[in-house]
């Protein structure tokens, strides 16, 4: 029997140590390890052990009661929710830490709603009960008000927990309202059933560097988390025809396996992370690779236990396996038996929020540095790398900071590449604020034949919201050909990457093709894709463009005595403070604050509060960026061009 679970939770609620004390209790290691000491089996990377903090997903096993558990740790901050994002499509079940002291904080919040979309059994371990300040009948009250209702404290004899376990069953509940109760089986079934369809979360409470309620909680892993033959069935599609099928998984079917995640190791390089959804596959054997149509070898497949790899000859449903050396196979893949091929919807990665130009210390680092960039992206997902086109600077983006921050270290010592940092840039939109029509006929003679096209297009704004983009075609008689409007929308599509303000791509706009004219010879493809973005460019000047600003979405979870000190310092970002709520002794304060002024957050939160302070952000909408901070963007965008390009 097999469990995959993940554990999730606020950063320092302990995660790493609970799994450390997972694997002892559970006979996996004979000494635990320890998160200040940088000796824990969990976090063993350079730059964890050197902040004392999780940063990536780490995989670690252990067996209890003939049960194979395999356990994904995730880092706590924000800045690294793309590794919790990738190993939740790993796992089956989930165990959510929240601290005794702190109670629930943004960061499980969080998490939990990506859970609940998810709709994964989850068991809720409450951790440090031994510590000074805890409090546990308060955390859970505040788990079961900011969690769930069904949050409960596993207690067989609790009213409380039959009376719920009744309600989440029509027999049950028949039974209980005619008996006063359920028998111990009936009890105990109905519980499971109930927390494998995530309608119960068992609640435990013990501590981690004791291992105190850690026998409890493997228990409960065992019992109530799902095997991997219990999930639900899913939805996929057949790569060929498009169609949705079903999937079911299960051991006896051909194999199938989803990567969700690459990463590095010092001695055998990139290895690919897969989890085996379906069916079973063995070391040195060929598989095809769906989404590259691709076959590829397989040498040698382990299991991880933190940094050490143990070797495996077979996986079958529902373990997670790393494999090296493959040449075609990226995250999102799926692998499949070549006769029985499927498509999984690929993970969705948070946006990033923050970005920095780079520029390379020396030319030497400049040869090396896009190799190790693609490297760090095929790892992160949610790290991208750019290059404005107009600028010709190096853009890094990232969900923090600290993400950025971690990031480049690991580029230096890892690769043995340094930077300097830029200032972060924001990712401006521009837009219209009313109709216009504009014409553009393009002709061109140079002897032979030439080329022609002649295009009307007209500009609508689209109200924020909805699609991003719309391309409508309205030429009726042949004023054009329909085989050049596809030719249009290419040209537009182009034209719309660059705005007229400050070359910044349009959002929110619906594009008509009204009229126009062609010529039997000398028009073509090329001729049109030119002609539509020329009179798009044109029509967008005549429809009174704006510069929209990104907002961003920002919690911050600060003591009550900084209330004032926050507020201020919100208005002076030009942010708005949209609610706050107690929570124990912090306060939580929903703001939206336009992410230019949010570069350094993160210092001067830090700063204001002694360190107290936490915030999480996320991208929320764009919104028209007022005439001062036009002027200064289009200005700067302005003296970016004037400047040399550097090589």
Request: charged share 25%; hydrophobic share 40%; net charge neutral.
């Amino acid at each position: 029997m097999k469990r995959d679970i993940v554990v999730v939770g606020h950063a320092h609620s302990g995660k790493t140590s609970l799994v450390e004390s997972l694997l002892f209790v559970s006979g996996a290691i004979s000494r635990k390890g320890d998160v200040m000491q940088g000796n824990s089996v969990s976090d063993y990377n350079e730059d964890e052990i050197e902040r004392k903090i999780s940063i990536n997903a780490s995989f670690l096993k252990t067996n209890y009661k003939n049960h194979q558990i395999q356990i994904i740790d995730t880092p706590g901050y924000a800045d690294f929710i793309g590794e919790t994002v990738s190993a939740l499509r790993a796992a089956d079940g989930a165990v959510v830490v929240v601290d005794a002291v702190n109670g629930v904080e943004v960061g499980t919040e969080d998490i939990w709603e990506r859970l609940e979309s998810l709709g994964m059994a989850r068991i809720i371990f409450i951790n440090k009960i031994d510590k000074e300040g805890a409090k546990v009948d308060e955390t859970i009250t505040g788990i079961r008000e900011q969690l769930s209702k069904n949050a409960l404290v596993l207690d067989l004899s609790s009213s409380n927990l039959i009376e719920a376990v009744a309600e989440t069953n029509d027999q049950l509940l028949e039974k209980y309202l005619s008996n006063g109760s359920l028998t111990p089986q009936e009890l105990k079934e109905g519980l499971r059933k109930a927390v494998l369809s995530a309608k119960i979360f068992p609640v435990f409470s013990g501590s981690a560097t004791s291992d105190k309620g850690v026998k409890e909680l493997l228990e409960a892993i065992v019992e109530y988390l799902p095997s991997p033959v219990e999930r639900s069935p899913i939805e996929v599609k057949d790569p060929v025809t498009q169609q949705a099928k079903t999937f079911a998984f299960k051991d006896d079917a051909p194999f199938a396996g989803f990567v969700f995640k690459t990463m590095f190791d010092p001695h055998l390089g990139h290895l690919s992370l897969m989890r085996v959804l379906r069916g079973k596959l063995n070391a040195n054997s060929d598989f095809y690779n769906v989404n590259t149509g691709t076959r590829e070898h397989i040498g040698t497949m382990s299991m991880l236990q933190g940094r050490e790899q143990q070797n495996v000859t077979q996986a079958s449903c529902g373990d997670i396996i790393a494999l090296t050396k493959l040449k075609n196979t990226h995250v999102c893949d799926c692998l499949t038996d070549e006769k029985d091929k499927l498509l999984l919807e690929p993970i969705s990665f948070p946006e990033p929020s923050i970005s920095a130009s780079i520029k390379p210390k020396t030319r030497a680092d400049e040869e090396k540095i896009s190799l190790s960039l693609s490297r760090i992206c095929e790892e992160d997902r949610t790290f991208q790398v750019s290059r404005d086109s107009e600028t010709k600077e190096l853009i890094i983006s990232g969900i923090g900071d600290l993400h950025l921050k971690v990031l480049l270290e690991r580029m230096k010592k890892r690769y043995h590449v340094d930077v300097d940092l830029g200032t972060p840039k924001v990712a401006y939109r521009e837009t219209i604020a009313k109709k216009a029509r504009a014409r553009h006929k393009y002709k061109k003679q140079s002897g032979g034949r030439g080329q022609y096209a002649d295009v009307e297009l007209e500009v609508s704004p689209v109200p924020a919201g909805g699609l991003p983009y719309e391309f409508v075609s309205k030429i009726f008689g042949g004023a054009i050909p329909k085989n050049f409007i596809p030719s249009i929308e290419k040209g537009v599509k182009q034209a719309i990457g660059e705005g007229v303000l400050a070359g910044y791509p349009l959002i929110n706009l619906q594009v008509t093709v009204v009229d126009g004219s062609y010529h039997d010879v000398d028009s073509s493809d090329i001729a049109f894709q030119i002609a539509g973005a020329l009179a798009l460019k044109e029509a967008i000047k005549l429809a009174s463009p704006v510069l929209l600003e990104p907002i961003a979405e920002v919690n911050v979870v600060v003591p009550d005595e900084f209330i004032g000190q926050i507020s201020g310092d919100i208005n002076s970002r030009r942010g708005r403070i949209m609610g706050s709520e107690a929570k124990g002794k912090n306060q939580v304060i929903k703001v939206q604050v336009p992410l230019a002024e949010m570069a350094t957050y993160g210092t001067d939160l830090r700063s204001i509060t002694g360190g107290r302070g936490s915030y999480t952000l996320k991208f929320s909408h764009y919104e028209h960026a007022p005439a001062k901070v036009t002027a200064q963007v289009i200005s700067q965008k302005q003296a970016q061009a004037q400047q040399p390009a550097h090589g």
